[in-house]
């Protein structure tokens, strides 16, 4: 089994951030379903700003939102642009849901890669 991309969100900007909370990122729960990105799923996230990238999981928001969570909080300012990418185990690539997003986080485009 090799680890494949499953899932990515392109230019999500960063909404919020709060240190005092126990890790995570907070993201649209719309969103997470037009990925097919499980709440709870691990995902890296990558700051297109910074450059940092970190490993977390998903936890489901409101409308529009993307919020770094715990020590994460420290990798991101509010409108940072990001990436979430998720992956899945797999003998080979089964295709992976790519969903783009504007500045509202909402959905600009989407796309499938077989």
Request: aromatic share 8%; proline share 4%.
């Given at each position: 089994m090799k680890e494949y991309v499953q899932s990515k969100l392109h230019n999500i900007n960063v909404t919020a951030k709060s240190i005092d909370y126990h890790g995570s990122?907070?993201?649209?729960?719309?969103?997470?379903?037009?990925?097919?990105?499980?709440?709870?799923?691990?995902?890296?996230?990558?700051?297109?700003h910074t450059g940092h990238r970190w490993t977390t999981y998903a936890v489901p928001g409101p409308k529009g939102s993307f919020e770094l969570n715990g020590g994460g909080a420290r990798l991101g300012e509010i409108g940072d642009k990001c990436v979430v990418i998720a992956y899945q185990s797999s003998d080979s690539f089964q295709g992976a849901n790519v969903v783009f997003c504007n500045k509202y986080n909402t959905i600009e485009s989407q796309q499938k890669y077989e």
């Open positions: 990122v907070t993201i649209d729960q719309y969103l997470l379903n037009a990925s097919n990105i499980d709440p709870y799923q691990k995902v890296d996230i990558v700051n297109l």
